[in-house]
């Protein structure tokens, strides 16, 4: 999993998210602009994240509150909720 860069600098959150919450968009394949990394932050239960941008080798992670997500600037990806779950995404550029 990557690590997003010292240099970039946090600037919003979204709302927490449950299994009942979590925007459809999330659950497809979807991009951050060009200059916007995400961390995941699984608050509770765990959330399955995969890298699905052609250009790049495929992942999968099980993310949990020990274990957040780095999303990085214009790569495809997704969620999958495997379970009850609260998460958050923190934004920085």
């Known amino acids: 999993m990557k690590t997003i860069p010292d240099s970039a600098v946090f600037y919003k959150s979204t709302a927490v998210f449950t299994q009942d919450t979590v925007p459809a968009a999330l659950q497809q394949g979807h991009t951050t602009a060009g200059d916007v ?3 995941i932050r699984v608050l509770e239960g765990s959330l399955r994240y995969r890298i699905t941008d052609p250009r790049v080798p495929p992942e999968e ?4 509150p020990d274990h957040p997500g780095v999303v990085e600037p214009r790569i495809e990806h997704q969620v ?4 009850p ?3 958050q995404l923190d934004f920085h550029r």
């Open 85 to 87: 779950v609260r998460f």
């Open 37 to 39: 990394w995400a961390r």
């Open 80 to 83: 999958q909720v495997v379970g």
């Open 61 to 64: 992670v099980l993310l949990t």
